[in-house]
């Protein structure tokens, strides 16, 4: 749509399934890489690991992060981020099958801008993504990254 | 002797008491005899004294006044005589004469009342003596008084302003002069101013020869008149006849000078005789002074002499007492002490020994036979001491016996109590552990669990959307079902997790207005289905101590469940209030044991949630709060049926119970308390 990336960190392969059928569903046809742990994705954040070798990754104008991750979870995932400079300033969202207040609470205090919990009906769940999609795709805007 | 023998032996058998008093009186009559006396003594001195101080100094200065006015008298006297010739007789007499004779009259006055003084009061013999010096001295004074007065009478016929000789020998003169002036001859006036310078000196010095002068200038005027030419008979008569009453006037005066003279050496006489008396009575009043110094000297000697023989007396008396009183007394009470430090050093045999019949003996014979019961006493418990001494070894030895068996015991029991500890320990660890894991568990239900649900879900949705027109009506109808399960299985899995939250989360107290929540929860409720005819009636002020949170969901699932079952009502009718235990007609309630005996017997505050609804039959009353526990099926009534078992956790944690009251068709009741935290 406008060349915009959204990081999809998310191990569970239905989910994801379901998460690219909801975003097609809602029009939102911007590229979406998704990766299956948190090591994953911050070796395409960084361009380490098995990203190191391909062409210089772009940034994405979203991640929406999966908490419960294999190797690297993501609160751990989302720590490193804020952490660095390159990636401080990406709007995190998690979205997570979790509703504990603490998950909650640990998440906001890390930095996340947003926290939705997955709902279990599928409508539901495509109205999120959609709703995700035009808030932070089209309406939010961020500033532009520092190099 | 033997008299004194039997008053010493009346003395030693009196009281202490009556001894003291005997003493203490004897001491206060002599104190009072003391005080008696000295106060006498004093009192007389006193009196004595001032009488004798008052009279002598009386008599004194009435000597020195008379004295002193006599003195004034006479000065006055004298001016008097020495000033009439310049200043004119009246005025002198005014001035001077008067004021003497006043004087005069006050020593007379003075000396009457010293005579009557000396009458009246009895002072000295001495002065009953003098009363004749005071005679005398009336006397001489009288006399003094009369010589003035006879002198005054002398200066009054000789110096009266127009009648005295001196007046009368001034107009003689001057006659004479005028009848000698009538010739021209001046023979006759040069011996008339001879004569007349005479005469004035005579006046002025009063030396008689001048007068005789003055005669014999006299004699020679008188031949010169009768020689004269220029007079004729008759002047010549005149001139004479003037010239004799002249002469004859200055012999008068000449005369009355000297029975003048006369009174003054009488004065001096006079003064001679009075001023001895004067100087006699002024030595007589002094010695009279110094005698009453030496009466009072005598009587303080006297009254010292008086005073010193009462302290001694009283001295000597209290020391007798005092003798007295330690004999009989104190030596007693130091015997008695002595025996008492005896004993109490353990000397048994030790008994005090007192001569007297008094309290003190009593003592005494009391103390010796305590002493003499000690001794018995004394052997008789050495002799138990030294029987129970053998029992007690005996005891003691049995007792060691069981003192080790129960050291055993307790070590045992020690023992015991550190596995029993350290078991404790281990389950508590174990429990902590079970307790951790089955929150694990939890959070992975809550995560794992929804993941393959959605996916269900997710894909069935998504061929129901994309692939309903392959499908028929059955494969559609068995996807729908697909999904109605998927999405009871979300709510079951949600339900769930809520219930263990309420498990887990952490109490806060705090007071909360239940009636406030109630009325939130029924607007919420009336928003979602506006349609529905209900009427919520909450009770005013509720207020508990709890977790507003956690009483929020009760409440949320209580008044959710009356107005669910109220839902096929007419008109619903929601009441949400308090009672107590004895209104809420418990022993009318149809309640299952296992319910029953749970609930407290108090006057505890009820809380109550009604409604008109469908009801349930009480014997299914103990499943109600079983998690996922319905009694409706799932097309009457939607639901999980872990709503009362939520309510039941809530309530349990604050404390209190919660039991239902409930009839098919007739409604239900659930009460409520917080038995533990109100």
Known sequence: MNGKIILLVEDNPDDEELTLLALKESNILNEVVVARDGVEALDYLFATGQYAESAPSRTPQLILLDLKLPKLDGLDVLKRLRADPRTQLIPVVILTSSSEEEDMVASYRLGANSYVRKPVEFHHFANAIKQLGLYWLILNEIPQQKQ | ?678
């Open chain 2, 1 to 678: 002797m033997s008299k004194w023998k039997q008053a010493s032996q009346f003395w030693s058998n009196l009281g202490i008491t009556v001894k003291f008093g005997l003493a203490f009186t004897l001491l206060l009559i002599l104190t009072i005899f003391v005080i008696v006396t000295s106060l006498a003594t004093l009192t007389i001195v006193q009196r004595e004294t001032d009488t004798n101080i008052i009279s002598t100094n009386a008599i004194q200065r009435q000597i020195l006044d008379m004295d002193r006015a006599l003195e004034k008298a006479r000065r006055l006297e004298k001016e008097f005589f020495l000033r009439y010739p310049t200043i004119g007789y009246s005025a002198a007499y005014e001035e001077y004469a008067l004021a003497a004779a006043e004087q005069i009259a006050q020593v007379v006055t003075v000396n009457t009342e010293l005579q009557q003084y000396i009458t009246d009061l009895e002072i000295a013999t001495v002065w009953k003596a003098t009363d004749v010096n005071m005679n005398i001295y009336f006397l001489a004074v009288n006399r003094h008084a009369a010589s003035v007065d006879e002198a005054t009478q002398l200066i009054a016929q000789l110096a009266a302003d127009e009648t005295g000789l001196l007046a009368q020998l001034q107009g003689q003169s001057v006659m004479l002069l005028e009848s000698i002036q009538l010739t021209d001859d001046l023979d006759l006036v040069i011996l008339y101013y001879e004569m007349q310078s005479f005469e004035k000196d005579y006046l002025n010095t009063r030396q008689r020869p001048l007068m005789q002068s003055a005669f014999n200038i006299a004699v020679q005027l008188r031949g010169a008149i009768e020689n004269s030419s220029g007079l004729n008979a008759d002047e010549k008569m005149d001139a004479l006849n003037h010239l004799d009453e002249y002469l004859a006037l200055a012999a008068e005066i000449v005369e009355v000078d000297v029975a003048i003279q006369g009174k003054f050496n009488e004065f001096d006489l006079q003064a001679k005789a009075i001023d001895p008396i004067t100087d006699k009575l002024i030595v007589l009043a002094d010695l009279e002074v110094e005698r009453a110094q030496e009466r009072v000297r005598q009587l303080s000697q006297f009254s010292s002499v008086i005073l010193m023989v009462a302290a001694v007396i009283s001295l000597g008396s209290t020391a007798i007492i005092a003798f007295t009183l330690n004999n009989s007394i104190t030596r007693n009470v130091i015997k008695l002490k002595v025996a008492m430090d005896k004993l109490q050093e353990g000397d048994l045999d030790t008994r005090a020994y007192l001569d007297s019949g008094d309290e003190l003996g009593q003592l005494a014979a009391g103390f010796n036979d305590m002493g003499t019961r000690l001794q018995t006493l004394v052997t008789n418990l050495e002799e138990q001491v030294a029987e129970r001494t053998l029992k007690i070894e005996m005891t003691n030895q049995e007792l060691s016996l069981e003192i080790d068996e129960r050291k055993k015991a307790e070590e045992q029991i020690h023992k015991l109590n550190a596995e029993l500890e350290k078991r404790v320990a281990d389950r508590t660890i174990q429990l902590q552990a079970a307790n951790q894991e089955l929150e694990a568990f939890s959070y992975s239900v809550s995560h794992d669990l929804r993941a393959p649900l959605r996916a269900m879900e997710g894909f069935s949705a998504a061929l129901l959307s994309k692939y309903k027109d392959e499908l028929d009506e059955q494969g559609q109808h068995y996807l729908d079902r697909i999904q109605n399960s998927s999405q009871r299985m979300g709510h079951l899995i949600n339900d769930l997790l809520n219930l263990s939250r309420i498990t887990r989360s952490e109490l806060a107290h705090q007071p909360v207005d239940i009636s406030d929540i109630a009325r939130e929860i029924a607007a919420e409720l009336q928003m979602d289905d506006p349609q529905r005819q209900a009427e919520f009636v909450v009770a005013e002020s509720l207020i508990v101590q709890g977790d507003a949170r956690l009483l929020r969901i009760a409440l949320q699932n209580l008044i959710g469940n009356a107005w669910k079952f109220s839902g096929t009502r007419q008109k619903a009718r929601i009441e949400v209030g308090q009672t107590t235990i004895a209104d809420c007609g418990l022993q009318n309630i149809d309640l299952p044991e296992s319910l029953k005996s749970k609930i407290p017997n108090l006057e505890s505050k009820v809380y109550f949630v009604r409604d008109n609804g469908t009801g349930f039959d009480m014997a299914y009353a103990d499943k109600l709060f079983g998690p996922f526990q319905r009694l409706h099926a799932m097309h009457e009534f939607p639901g999980t049926g872990i709503g009362l078992a939520i309510v039941q956790r809530v309530i349990t944690r604050h404390g209190g119970r919660v039991w239902p009251d409930a009839q098919v068709d007739q409604g239900a009741t659930f009460y409520f308390t917080f038995g533990g935290i109100q």
